[in-house]
């Protein structure tokens, strides 16, 4: 990419425009060939959380106490 810049710049200096795109299209390339690839999301059915242990759990006698 270096070698590409010191081209443009020996081309009087406008050539540096066209050296600067294909700069950047090097870079963008590069960017997705050495980009890991995500993970796909892994649809499953999950079940429902099960109640911790000291969660209240009503019992009749709660019931006819508030009755």
Same mark, same amino acid.
């Given at each position: %990419? $270096?070698?590409?810049?010191?081209?443009?710049?020996?081309?009087?200096?406008?050539?540096?425009? @066209?050296?600067?795109? $294909?700069? =950047? @299209? %090097?870079? *963008?390339?590069?960017? @997705? $060939?050495?980009?890991?690839?995500?993970?796909?999301?892994?649809? =499953? =059915? *999950?079940?429902?959380?099960?109640?911790?242990?000291?969660?209240?759990?009503?019992?009749?006698?709660?019931? =006819?106490? *508030?009755?």
């Amino acid at each position: %990419m $270096i070698g590409i810049e010191i081209l443009g710049i020996c081309a009087c200096f406008v050539g540096v425009f @066209f050296a600067e795109v $294909i700069v =950047e @299209f %090097m870079l *963008v390339v590069s960017f @997705f $060939i050495l980009k890991p690839e995500e993970p796909q999301p892994a649809y =499953e =059915e *999950v079940a429902e959380p099960a109640a911790p242990a000291d969660a209240f759990q009503p019992t009749k006698s709660d019931y =006819e106490e *508030v009755q």
